[in-house]
């Protein structure tokens, strides 16, 4: 699987919120992980991952993108096999793309999925 990814701080200033992010109604899915759902339309999600900074390396089960997944790292640093995309990078997994992310540090991820997510079971 090939990431298609960019830096984009050389143009594009990213600012959070945190007292606007704290009253999200976020999911904790344990291991320092909260899912925050922006929008959702049919099998298409907007949602915000926060990972916590003691978030441990299997923080994410092994999954697959259907339709592909698009995110953008609002803060700290996320990394899989294909790549370590700091705070101010772009991504593109394509469809039927498999990963397993992990965070360095407090990160804070904006993620499309146009067609969902499918958890890999042993």
């Known amino acids: 699987m090939k990431a298609l990814s960019r830096d984009l701080n050389d143009f594009l200033r990213i600012g959070l919120d945190e007292a606007?992010?704290?009253?999200?109604?976020?999911?904790?899915?344990?291991?320092?992980?909260?899912?925050g759902k922006l929008a959702r339309e049919g099998k298409a999600g907007l949602l915000l991952y926060r990972i916590g900074a003691d978030a441990p390396r299997d923080a994410f089960a092994p999954h697959r993108h259907v339709g592909g997944e698009a995110y953008?790292?609002?803060?700290?640093?996320?990394?899989d096999a294909t790549g370590r995309y700091p705070k101010g990078s772009f991504v593109w997994l394509p469809p039927g793309s498999r990963h397993a992310p992990w965070a360095e540090g407090e990160?804070?991820?904006?993620?499309?999925?146009?067609?969902?997510?499918e958890v890999e079971h042993d």
């Open 72 to 79: 953008l790292v609002l803060k700290g640093v996320i990394a």
């Open 107 to 117: 990160t804070i991820v904006l993620v499309l999925w146009p067609e969902g997510v």
């Open 20 to 35: 606007a992010l704290e009253g999200l109604p976020w999911r904790d899915f344990g291991k320092g992980v909260r899912l």
